[in-house]
């Protein structure tokens, strides 16, 4: 004769528990991203007004690039990649720095935060630790690497920035120890927090 099994209340109100943690683990996980906000559509620069110094994009005309309002969630150790800016007068930062509306010379180590992590300006002039290539350094956010707005004269018709940059003076890549024949020189992985 077979036994019959029998759903006890434990068995049952177990696999309810586990299902509503799954699924808020899951929400948690989603919550966490930053999905685009939309897309902006290319437009070619006039001649020589895209700055490529540093080795800068320039829009392709009709290319749709992504824009973000946020960026990923600040830690501790936040993974992030490192860009390389001008801050200096005529350099491919363009306008004056945000945060004191001043340039900052290449030997400066100062920094520009992506849209979401900018906040705003709530980081302006306060210093941030970066992690990368074996070594660390201190850098003074002045501006925002805006990852909402790009393609047109105010942004020397470069793209917006992505969700997770730190755009940084050459200054900063130097203290890394990043050698600018290096083929990470410009565009490198790193891990950041606010100091």
Same mark, same amino acid.
């Given at each position: 004769m077979m036994k019959k099994q029998v759903c006890s209340s434990t068995t049952v109100f177990s696999v309810v528990c586990l299902l509503f943690l799954g699924t808020n683990f899951l929400s948690s996980v989603?919550? $966490? =991203? %930053?999905?685009?906000?939309g897309n902006i559509r290319g437009r070619?620069?006039?001649?020589? /007004?895209?700055? $490529?110094?540093?080795?800068?994009?320039? *829009?392709? /005309?009709?290319?749709?690039?992504?824009?973000? @309002? *946020?960026?990923?969630?600040v830690?501790?150790? =936040?993974?992030?990649?490192l860009t390389i800016n001008s801050f200096a007068e005529g350099g491919d930062g363009g306008a004056p720095s945000? %945060? #004191?509306?001043?340039?900052?010379? #290449?030997?400066?180590?100062?920094?520009?935060? +992506? =849209?979401?992590?900018?906040?705003?300006?709530? @980081?302006?002039?306060?210093?941030?630790?970066?992690?990368?290539?074996?070594? +660390?350094?201190?850098?003074?956010?002045?501006?925002? %690497?805006d990852s909402t707005m790009g393609c047109d004269s105010d942004y020397d018709y470069q793209p917006p920035c992505d969700n997770n940059i730190v755009d940084a003076s050459k200054a900063v890549w130097q203290a890394?120890?990043?050698?600018?024949? +290096? +083929?990470?020189?410009?565009?490198?992985?790193i891990y950041w927090s606010d100091a």
């Open positions: 989603d919550a $966490q =991203t %930053c999905n685009p906000s070619k620069a006039p001649a020589n /007004q895209c700055n $490529q110094e540093n080795d800068s994009d320039c *829009c392709k /005309q009709g290319k749709l690039y992504p824009i973000y @309002r *946020c960026s990923p969630a830690s501790g150790h =936040t993974k992030a990649i945000e %945060c #004191d509306n001043k340039y900052h010379p #290449d030997n400066t180590p100062v920094v520009a935060l +992506s =849209t979401g992590w900018y906040k705003g300006g709530s @980081r302006c002039l306060n210093y941030i630790n970066i992690y990368g290539n074996g070594n +660390s350094v201190k850098a003074k956010v002045v501006d925002e %690497c890394l120890g990043v050698d600018e024949s +290096s +083929s990470d020189w410009g565009y490198m992985d």
